[in-house]
């Protein structure tokens, strides 16, 4: 991943090939009073023609990737899938962008448009590192239930997480023995809530950013553990294209700051429709309709603002 020593936003996939390629969008200029009424943001793409049944595609993998899991073959696997919704009227991004801001101020939102990967609005919780010249931040984000004042989480939810928070730690020995864990603690995004840890770092030599950025994703929290094993795994057993979907984004290096979220509670936007996605993680005794059903609570975070 050549991102060490690279200036701009990143739109990066789950799995880089020449098809869905690392993008690093170079700012000519960075404002932050944006001219809403001039802008003209139109998707670039009609979305690919795809008829097979969404309820049958999570059954048939669900069945593959549990029976690795009980083969002890991986500790974790994360199973996604997406929906294509067709357009019912002609609603602009940017009123889509604008509807995410205002419904989900606790999460990252982003409206990425480029030639090579469409166009894609994000409404995400998940930082993958943020910092800026020696002092670092990055997050275990796993578990989700729906938003309470007194969320309960399972032993399933409370592994899954600490799953994400171990493996952080193993990467970020790698690189420092200066990092602090606080957590986890239950944190609220939109109308869920995940269990997430902090670590702060230090950081001597920002150069090697884009090593620690390859070291740490996927995390557990979108793929899977063994990592190499699970991210192979995936790309071959899932039913659908990631796409930019896990992937992360955000700014690299920008005025000395990088702000690098990854690429969930998103959607593709499409000229005829948008393609939402969502997963979630897969452990020995998960059960296949609980899993469902958290893929359907996680898909109505964008379903909501369409």
């Known amino acids: 991943m050549e991102l060490s020593g690279k200036t701009g936003f990143v739109v990066a996939p789950f799995a880089p090939s020449s098809e869905r390629p690392i993008l690093v969008i170079r700012p000519d200029v960075v404002t932050h009073e944006i001219p809403w009424d001039q802008l003209q943001v139109m998707p670039h793409h009609v979305s690919p023609s795809v008829h097979t049944d969404p309820r049958m595609d999570y059954h048939i993998d669900f069945a593959n990737f549990h029976a690795h899991l009980e083969n002890h073959d991986f500790a974790k696997l994360v199973l996604s899938r997406s929906i294509f919704i ?31 990967s469409g166009m894609w609005l994000v409404s995400t919780p998940e930082i993958l590192l943020s910092g800026g010249e020696e002092d670092w931040q990055t997050v275990a984000l796993a ?75 996927p995390t557990p929290a979108v793929c899977g553990l063994p990592k190499q094993e699970a991210f192979r795994f995936i790309q071959h057993n899932e039913h659908h294209d990631r796409s930019y979907y896990s992937g992360f984004m955000g700014p690299l290096q920008v005025a000395g700051n990088t702000n690098l979220f990854v690429t969930l509670r998103c959607m593709e936007i499409f000229a005829d429709g948008y393609r939402l996605y969502a997963g979630g993680g897969i452990l020995k005794d998960s059960q296949e309709e609980q899993e469902w059903q958290e893929t359907e609570i996680k898909l109505d975070t964008m379903r909501r603002v369409i």
Not at 89 to 115: E, F, H, K
Not at 175 to 202: C, M, V, W, Y
């Open 143 to 217: 578990g989700t239930m729906p938003f309470s004042e007194e969320v309960l989480w399972s032993d399933k939810n409370i592994q899954e997480q600490r799953y994400v928070a171990t493996y952080i730690i193993e990467q970020l020995e790698q690189f420092t023995s200066d990092f602090k864990e606080t957590g986890p603690r239950t944190i609220r995004a939109g109308h869920l809530a995940h269990l997430r840890s902090d670590f702060h770092f230090q950081l001597n030599n920002s150069q090697n950013i884009g090593e620690l950025i390859q070291a740490l994703h």
């Open 86 to 116: 067709p357009a019912d009227s002609t609603v602009s991004p940017i009123t889509l962008y604008q509807r995410a801001c205002a419904s989900y101020p606790r999460m990252m939102i982003m409206l990425v448009s480029t030639s090579r």
